[in-house]
């Protein structure tokens, strides 16, 4: 169970320094009340939890195809909705007294566009969108949720210790062989997420083994693995170019770094200050056991190719 977090840094921040304001406002003041639009895995409850230690009860709007039955156990404030209902998640936001909200955890990608169905409010704003990929949808989302008074913000907002500063983060810096193939990795990546198709890729001796699609990383990996044939595989998981941080997170937890070392992987690299390390300080100590090489990297900011704009609509 991840630790009670100690935000201090958070609040010597400008973000931090709203949350204070926020969380002290008199009574007379009219202060921001606070949502979690929860899908699937921890990301919710560690949002919750992280709230909680900043004195901020949210009222939690629950996806019933991706959220977690658990949520029932950490707030009287939960409300079910499917996919398709942002009519009825913006009723029940409003009935909340909702202000400003934070959208946590994965819905996948294929679901949203396998299995929605969109009442007419969605429907109306999937047939205005030009390009059809998580990003459009959720973004056109959040201008929906803005015009009916609701802010969504940054999603790490209560998380910030998860979120990694540059350096190595293990007690092992990638060696020479390890670093060659990040170095490769992290331009194929950045240019890959630039394309909105993916932002994994998988490096065996400098060569792209796999690249992350819509299957998510962990099949990306175990596709690589298969391929590779046991040669040892880097992983670089980078964010978008001006990856908006209300949504779509890159997310390292547990249970990735535990399948990446069953599939022969010696090394991670992440994206520093975008990326959020799920039950930090047990990733970092399973890791090491594993004798495997974390480090985060300086985010770079590229062009979106020629053509990006064409519909990359994978993921």
Request: charged fraction near 25%; include cysteine.
């Amino acid at each position: 169970m991840c630790a009670r977090f100690v935000l201090d840094n958070v609040q010597r921040s400008d973000e931090g320094r709203v949350l204070s304001k926020h969380a002290n406002s008199s009574p007379q003041k009219s202060a921001p009340r606070w949502g979690l639009i929860a899908g699937n895995g921890r990301f919710p409850f560690l949002v919750l939890e992280g709230a909680r230690s900043r004195g901020l009860e949210m009222a939690v709007i629950a996806l019933k195809e991706e959220a977690s039955p658990e949520l029932e156990n950490e707030t009287s404030r939960l409300h079910w909705v499917s996919l398709g209902d942002l009519s009825k998640t913006i009723e029940l936001m409003h009935e909340e007294g909702i202000t400003h909200a934070v959208m946590a955890g994965q819905v996948k990608h294929n679901k949203i566009f396998s299995s929605i169905r969109p009442d007419w409010k969605l429907a109306k704003l999937l047939f205005s969108l030009k390009r059809k990929n998580t990003d459009a949808l959720i973004g056109a989302v959040a201008r929906v949720l803005e015009e009916e008074g609701i802010q969504l913000v940054d999603s790490t907002l209560f998380l910030k210790p998860l979120v990694p500063e540059a350096g190595v983060l293990t007690r092992r810096a990638p060696d020479e062989r390890e670093s060659a193939d990040i170095a490769y990795g992290l331009n194929v990546a950045r240019n890959i997420a630039a394309m909105d198709i993916g932002q994994t890729v998988v490096i065996a001796d400098c060569a792209c083994v796999a690249v992350e699609a819509m299957e998510g990383t962990d099949e990306a990996v175990t596709r690589a693995a298969r391929i590779a044939g046991g040669r040892p595989l880097v992983v670089v998981k980078v964010s978008k170019p001006g990856q908006d941080m209300r949504f779509d997170v890159p997310v390292v937890g547990v249970p990735s770094i535990e399948h990446m070392s069953r599939s022969g992987v010696s090394a991670l690299a992440v994206d520093a200050g975008r990326t959020l390390l799920f039950d930090r300080a047990d990733l970092i100590a399973l890791a090491n056991a594993k004798g495997m090489a974390i480090q985060a990297f300086a985010p770079a900011v590229l062009r979106e190719p020629k053509g990006a704009s064409v519909g990359m609509n994978q993921e």
